[in-house]
């Protein structure tokens, strides 16, 4: 699967994306702790990031289906 950073979540994780291997099953709140687990000094930003599972929001118990894409959108301010 497919994961893209976004704003604050890029710059706490030093990169905009990943690919991630994960077992059948796996939850979106599955896959968010496994890249938190990997860089634990970005897990306050990423539990703040609203989660789009193939461009749609996404709750931490959906399910990942192979192939899909994860965006993490920190909340922003803009006018």
Sequence with gaps: M???YFAAARAALGR???AL???D???VGDVVGL???GSPEAGPVLARC???LDGRRAAPTDVV???SRIDLLPPFAGG
């Design 2 to 4: 497919e994961l893209r």
């Design 16 to 18: 905009s994306q990943d």
């Design 25 to 27: 099953g796996a939850t």
């Design 35 to 37: 890249v938190a687990q």
């Design 21 to 23: 291997a994960v077992p």
């Design 65 to 67: 289906p192979d192939g």
């Design 50 to 52: 609203a989660v789009l």
